[in-house]
C-alpha cells in the first residue's frame, strides 16, 4: 500500500454491503470537520462541538444555484472524534444513516465534492498503526475480528484487539534487554564480572515463553482461518452418515450400495469454536472402475492435505488386516483420530484409541467433538495470547532461534544473539519492521476498515 496522501482527507462507507437498518460513512483526516459541517444540518455545526459528542440532523446535498433549500438525503447522526484521541489519531467523523446502498452512495459522493477522497482498503486503520494507537499484532487483530466467524475467533481477536500478545512479547523483551544489559556492562567493564548464572535463568524463562507462544501458532491459525477434515475409509463404513449427523441434515447421499460417493462433498459447521469443512471422500479400495479409482486417488490426496483426517471403520463386522485406513498405521505426528462406526450395533472389534461413534444414535459424537477441538487447539485453547498469522509465527521462532543460540554461546557472541532476538520481537509487534510486510498486512483489509 503506498504511503502517500497520507496526510489526505478520507472517506468511505464503514458497514458491509446491503441494505440495513444503520450506516456508516466514515471521514477521517485534517479537513474531516469542515466536511461533515458541509454536509450535516443540525442544530450545532460537527465542528463547534467537543469530542466524544453526537448531533441528530440531516444530511443534505449540495445547495442548488438558485438558492433553494438542498436536497435532503436522509436523517441521522453525526458523531465527532477529535485527534488525537480517535481510531486513526486525526479528527474523525462518522455520519450514521439508514442503511440504503442509495443513501450511503449519496452521502459518500456528497463527501468527495466537499474535498475528501475515497480511503483505500484498510487504511483507517493503517493510519492507527502509524500514529502508534495500535501495534501491528493489534492492526492484525482488528481483520480478524472482521472475519470472525465463531466465539473462539472473535475471544482471541478481541484479545489481540486489547494488546494481549503485545503485553506477553513485551514482558519477554524485558526480560533479554536487562540480560543484554548486564552482558554489555560486562563487556565494557570486564573487572567487575558477570557470572553465568545471571543470563541463564531470564533466558530459560524466556525460551519457554517463546515455546509456548509458538504452541498457540497453529491453534490461532485455524481458529481464524478455519481448518479441513477430511473423512476417509472403506465404501460403507459410515463416512456420508457421520457427515450427516454432525451438521444436523442430510448433506450427503446415504444407500447401502458400496461406492456410492465417487467424488468428494463439502459441508460447514462449527467445532469446538473453530470454523470447520467436513470433507466426505469416496470410499477407498480396489477397483478395475476408472472413475471410482480416480475417486479413490482424490480420497487420499484430499486427507494427505486436510489439517485433520477422521479415519473410519465399521465396527459391526470384523476388522480388515492392519492397512493405511487403519488410524494406528498412519505416520507417527499425522493429526489423525480413528473412529469405530455403527457403534449402535454389535461390536465385532474394538481397538484402544479408536472412539466408538454412532450415526444413527448419536452415541460418542460429543467425545468426537472434544476430540476435534483437542487435536486442532491442543494446549492453545487454554491460552491467553495466541499468534494468528504466519508472519508473527515466523517473528517468534527467530527470536526463540536466537535465545536459544545465546543460552549456549560466549558472552560476546550472546549479546549478538540477544540484538537478534530482540530485533524479531519488535518485528512480531510492528516496531521494527519493514514497509513492505506493512503492506501485507493492511492489503487485506475492506475498505471502510
Excluded at 223 to 243: D, E, F, M, Q, V
Excluded at 382 to 405: C, I, K, P, S, Y
Excluded at 412 to 438: F, H, K, M, P
Aim: charged share 20%; aromatic share 4%.
Amino acid at each position: 500500500m503506498s504511503r502517500s496522501g497520507l496526510s489526505d482527507t478520507i472517506a468511505a462507507i464503514a458497514t458491509a454491503p446491503g441494505s440495513a437498518g444503520v450506516g456508516i460513512v466514515r471521514v477521517s483526516g485534517p479537513r474531516a470537520l469542515e466536511v461533515a459541517d458541509g454536509l450535516f444540518r443540525g442544530r450545532r455545526r460537527p465542528s463547534r462541538v467537543a469530542g466524544g459528542r453526537f448531533l441528530f440532523g440531516q444530511l443534505v446535498a449540495a445547495s442548488p444555484a438558485d438558492g433553494t433549500a438542498p436536497e435532503v438525503l436522509d436523517e441521522g447522526l453525526c458523531l465527532v472524534f477529535r485527534g488525537p484521541h480517535s481510531y486513526t489519531g486525526d479528527d474523525v467523523v462518522e455520519l450514521q444513516s439508514h442503511g440504503s446502498p442509495a443513501v450511503l452512495s449519496r452521502v459518500l459522493a456528497r463527501t468527495l465534492e466537499l474535498g475528501a477522497r475515497p480511503a483505500r482498503p484498510g487504511e483507517f486503520t493503517l493510519r492507527a498503526y502509524l500514529a502508534g494507537r495500535l501495534d501491528l499484532a493489534q492492526a492484525e487483530a482488528v481483520l480478524n475480528l472482521v472475519e470472525a466467524q465463531t466465539d473462539a475467533a472473535r475471544r482471541q481477536a478481541s484479545l489481540g484487539l486489547a494488546g494481549a500478545l503485545g503485553t506477553q512479547v513485551a514482558a519477554i523483551a524485558a526480560q533479554l534487554i536487562r540480560t543484554l544489559a548486564a552482558l554489555q556492562a560486562m563487556l565494557d567493564y570486564p573487572e567487575e564480572g558477570v557470572p553465568d548464572e545471571d543470563r541463564a535463568a531470564p533466558l530459560a524463562a524466556a525460551t519457554t515463553q517463546l515455546r509456548t507462544l509458538l504452541g498457540s501458532a497453529r491453534a490461532g491459525q485455524v481458529a481464524t482461518r478455519g481448518a479441513r477434515l477430511a473423512l476417509i475409509g472403506r465404501p460403507n463404513a459410515g463416512k456420508s452418515s457421520l457427515l450427516n449427523a454432525l451438521v444436523g441434515y442430510e448433506r450427503s447421499i446415504v444407500t447401502p450400495i458400496p461406492g456410492t460417493t465417487r467424488d468428494y462433498l463439502e459441508a460447514g459447521l462449527e467445532l469446538s469454536g473453530v470454523p470447520v469443512t467436513l470433507v466426505d471422500t469416496a470410499g477407498v479400495r480396489e477397483t478395475e472402475d476408472d472413475i471410482e479409482a480416480a475417486g479413490v486417488k482424490q480420497a487420499l490426496a484430499l486427507a494427505e492435505a486436510a489439517d485433520l483426517v477422521l479415519v473410519l471403520e465399521d465396527g459391526s463386522v470384523p476388522r480388515e488386516p492392519a492397512t493405511p485406513l487403519q488410524s494406528a498405521e498412519w505416520p507417527q505426528g499425522a493429526r489423525v483420530i480413528g473412529l469405530r462406526t455403527k457403534a449402535d450395533l454389535p461390536a465385532a472389534w474394538s481397538a484402544e484409541g479408536v472412539l466408538g461413534v454412532s450415526a444413527r444414535t448419536g452415541q460418542g459424537l460429543p467425545e468426537l467433538r472434544e476430540a476435534v477441538g483437542r487435536a486442532l487447539l491442543g494446549d492453545a485453547a487454554r491460552g491467553e495470547a495466541w499468534l494468528t498469522t504466519e508472519r508473527q509465527a515466523d517473528a517468534a521462532r527467530r527470536a526463540l532461534f536466537h535465545v536459544e543460540a545465546a543460552a549456549q554461546l560466549p558472552d560476546e557472541l550472546a549479546s549478538y544473539e540477544l540484538e537478534e532476538a530482540l530485533r524479531a520481537l519488535s518485528e512480531l509487534t510492528g516496531q521494527d519492521v519493514q514497509e513492505d510486510v506493512v503492506d501485507a498486512v493492511f492489503r487485506n483489509f475492506c475498505v471502510g476498515k
